[in-house]
């Protein structure tokens, strides 16, 4: 009991002449300080503010799906082993589709190829058909692959060498004052008595197409704005009506 009782009393006295224990504000501490009435009243402030407890939004990003190797579905990787026990890096290495009905690899190669940043690809395998006479419905199958992926391909970006306005710009419904003084001006026409050069610019003038050193950029967005004029309003034109 001797030796506990001499553990207890030293352990209190290092307790006692160790750091101080952090305290809290303490008001009376700073009653009797000699100060103007108006610094004691910000002290009160201080007892008065009551700290905010913020809680700090965690967000998980496990993966990003932009880049996940998956076709089509992403990949859950609930595969069954191979009986033989071997191992298997379906998924990992070999994309898997888990679909009856497969992607063709060389579609989804051209896919890749459309989206791809890099210049210097790997040449394109073409697979044949044995038989061709006697698999029609390959030959289909690979028409309208095709003819999907080129449905879906994004449309070539050109970049001008000057400031060029956009198509969803120039299509935007012009003004009642100019819609009211073209109803009354004849706008010219190609027997205009004029060289090809110069009825150009005038119907990229009429249109708001800039025209600089180049007439082949202006040229390029006027028949941009005639074919997205076109695809816009191929709905609503009536059989046999030609666009004006």
Not at 1 to 23: C, F, K, R, V, Y
């Amino acid at each position: 009991h001797g030796s506990e009782e001499s553990e207890t009393t030293s352990d209190e006295d290092e307790e006692e002449g160790g750091a101080p224990q952090a305290q809290g504000y303490n008001p009376a501490d700073y009653a009797n300080l000699q100060v103007s009435e108006e610094v004691k009243e910000l002290f009160q402030y201080i007892g008065r503010y009551k700290p905010p407890t913020i809680e700090l939004e965690t967000k998980l990003k496990p993966f990003i799906p932009e880049y996940v190797p998956a076709v089509g579905e992403i990949d859950p990787f609930l595969k069954m082993p191979r009986p033989d026990g071997k191992k298997d890096d379906l998924g990992l290495t070999v994309l898997d589709e888990p679909a009856t009905q497969q992607t063709d690899p060389t579609v989804l190669d051209l896919q890749l190829r459309a989206i791809s940043t890099q210049t210097a690809l790997q040449p394109t395998v073409v697979p044949s058909i044995d038989n061709a006479a006697q698999n029609p419905q390959k030959i289909s199958n690979w028409i309208q692959n095709i003819s999907e992926l080129h449905r879906s391909n994004p449309p070539p970006n050109v970049h001008y060498t000057k400031s060029m306005p956009d198509v969803e710009t120039l299509m935007q419904v012009w003004s009642p004052e100019i819609e009211e003084a073209l109803e009354g001006t004849q706008l010219p026409s190609a027997e205009l008595c004029v060289d090809t050069k110069a009825y150009a610019r005038i119907v990229c003038a009429i249109l708001d197409i800039p025209v600089y050193s180049s007439l082949v950029e202006s040229l390029h967005l006027l028949f941009t704005l005639y074919s997205e004029f076109k695809a816009s309003n191929q709905d609503a034109m009536q059989p046999g009506l030609e666009l004006q």
